[in-house]
């Protein structure tokens, strides 16, 4: 079964500090893998999609990676108003998306 | 080019009552996708549309059901409401099922 999971579940950062999400996922037929960020009471916001391990992207303080078995999200010296949760997806065979329950990230000033 | 819009934005109903929600797709896309996040919970896939056709279901009950009409926006619509469908409801667009835009979601609680 197609199954996403995500470490860790809270995250606390001191401003600047730097640290990495971690999406773990079982797929048969990986299409891409997607990070988004939800802020509470909001729909997700895309943030990177990843096709093939290997694969990095980067977009200002934040950089995706991509395993085989694995996806990482690299927080470099974040700020406040980088918290939020961090939300992993694979697609596979069919359309639909499968998320983790998501990594809720907390940065203090 | 405007993102995915849904209404209405918080709804509150009954339980046994019948539930109806909107979504507007993004200019271009052709594909909808309907999720059910839960307080805590990653989003669950409820189904798809593709140019009007249902292509795609996950483990949810007849109960919950859909359209999507010419202009590619579509309705989820929810009967005989339990307490476990309270949850934000999202919408998400796509073209051909590349590159999901989610909409901004509509909570709902059911009392």
């Known amino acids: 079964e197609d199954q996403v999971t995500q470490s860790p579940e809270a995250l606390r950062l001191q401003e600047g500090e730097s640290s990495s999400l971690n999406c773990s996922y079982t797929?048969?037929?990986?299409?891409?893998l997607f990070w988004y960020r939800q802020d509470p009471g909001k729909g997700p916001e895309f943030l990177f999609t990843l096709y093939s391990a290997g694969e990095e992207k980067e977009k200002e303080r934040l950089k995706a990676t991509l395993t085989k078995k694995e996806s990482f999200l690299h927080i470099t010296a974040p700020k406040p108003e980088d918290s939020a949760t961090y939300l992993c997806?694979?697609?596979?065979?069919?359309?639909?998306?499968?998320f983790g329950t998501g990594t809720r990230l907390q940065v203090f000033p | 080019e405007t993102g995915v819009t849904q209404s209405p934005t918080h709804l509150i109903k009954t339980r046994g009552q019948q539930v109806t929600l909107r979504c507007s797709s993004q200019s271009g896309h052709n594909t909808v996708s309907w999720y059910q996040q839960a307080l805590g919970q990653g989003p669950q896939f409820i189904f798809q549309y593709y140019r009007e056709e249902e292509n795609g279901r996950g483990n949810f009950p007849p109960r919950f059901s859909g359209l999507q009409f010419p202009n590619y926006s579509s309705e989820l619509n929810v009967n005989a409401l339990e307490l476990d469908d309270s949850a934000l409801y999202l919408c998400?667009?796509?073209?051909?099922?590349?590159?999901?835009?989610f909409g901004s979601g509509t909570r709902l609680t059911v009392v």
């Open positions: 998400a667009s796509s073209l051909d099922g590349e590159g999901y835009t």
């Open positions: 797929v048969s037929g990986l299409r891409g």
């Open positions: 997806a694979v697609q596979a065979n069919t359309d639909k998306l499968i």
